[in-house]
């Protein structure tokens, strides 16, 4: 869930892996092919997302005979420019599984939900989810998975650094991040990813820890706003200059920022489920804490949600759209969850996750998820913003804040002009 969940909204390894891109007539609508663009969350061959959707594609043909499914799997940092290549080329995909929605519906490229799941299917999502793939009253957004995210810490690092509780103030976070610097505990103090793979997600959890975020109660985009400045002169300050994270945030993705906690390189980072697994692995005994705020742990942590959506010009007919997707809702969610330890957008997949006794790792993530904030997804120029941010964002710590903000903002208000 790199937005995405994202893993993200969540994404680690990039790695670009495709079965097939053919597909029927894009005029026709009469396809018995659907082809699919899908994002890759794994982080090795193992578990790339191709194994699943391989295993999908085998029993979903199995059980409707006469259907084919095509599918291409690409990495989080490519899968936005190639999906952008695709629509340019008129060669839209029919499914279109990655971390935003809301820009296509601003180009009348999609189908509504209910136009392309059952009832059945539709009322099984989390109502919360559903709600968030809506724009304008109208969901196109179809929830695919979910995280929210709290900060992890390494429990070695803390010991050998003499740090018995985690931090709950900004403060108390660079206070630690200097223990662990002094006493050599760890390469990295803090880890601080933002670099283009989600630098939209690190900067909201901060900027959620001072009252801040992307826009105001009214939906306007607040981007350079005096909270936010605020931010990222902290940040600046007490953790980039004193050498406490990496030397170049802007430059570096999460995927390696969680690959250096789970190697024991790291103190602390924040996270989302996915790195358990990769702790694990790595044999790192860890700790969760709420997220770190300027006076207090964050009340409202950051939510995220990946998305699936159909398109209408993709060449498939919508019977079989709607056959794949219900097939899949309902008999093949659980499996993905469990294979990247990520949480549920689906009513019985959530039941059985709570019920089964296999992931109480996954309970504080359970537990703040509903307070969660998630991006203003039904903006239709979220997408266009979050992809600046993802450019030119991770200069925030390096340059002037106020500048870098302030021309994010400018172009997000352009987006917003253009829009209209």
Known sequence: MRNRIIVTGAATLAMTMGLSACGGDSDSGDSKTIKLVAADYGDKASNASK????????????ENKGYKVDVQVINWNEIDKSVKNMIQAGNEPDLLQTGGYADKVADDLLYKADEVMSAKTRENLIPTFAKAGEVDGTQYGIPWVSSSRVMFYNKDVFKKAGIKTAPKTWDELAAAAKKIKSKKAAETPYALPLGPEETQGESLMWELGNGGGYTDAEGKYTIDSAKNVETFDWLKTNLVKPGLTYANPASTDRKTAFADFAAGKVGMLNGHPSLIQMAKEGKVDYGVAPIPGKT?????????ADWMMAFKDGGAEKEGVKKFLDFTY????????????????????????????????????????????????????????SAEMKKTGGKVVVDDPKQVLGDLQKKAETATAEAK
Not at 51 to 62: L, N, S
Not at 296 to 304: F, N, Q, Y
Not at 347 to 374: C, I, N, R, W
């Open 330 to 385: 309902s008999k093949k969610m659980l499996q993905f969850d469990e294979m990247y330890n990520l949480m549920p957008v689906t009513q019985d997949t959530l039941k059985e996750m709570q019920s089964s006794g296999k992931h109480k790792d996954l309970e504080p993530f359970f537990k703040v998820l509903p307070q969660a904030k998630f991006y203003p997804l039904g903006d239709t120029t979220w997408d266009l913003v």
């Open 296 to 304: 207090g742990p964050l009340a409202s942590t950051l939510g995220v």
């Open 51 to 62: 194994v699943y959707w391989a295993d999908v594609k085998k029993e979903f043909e199995k």
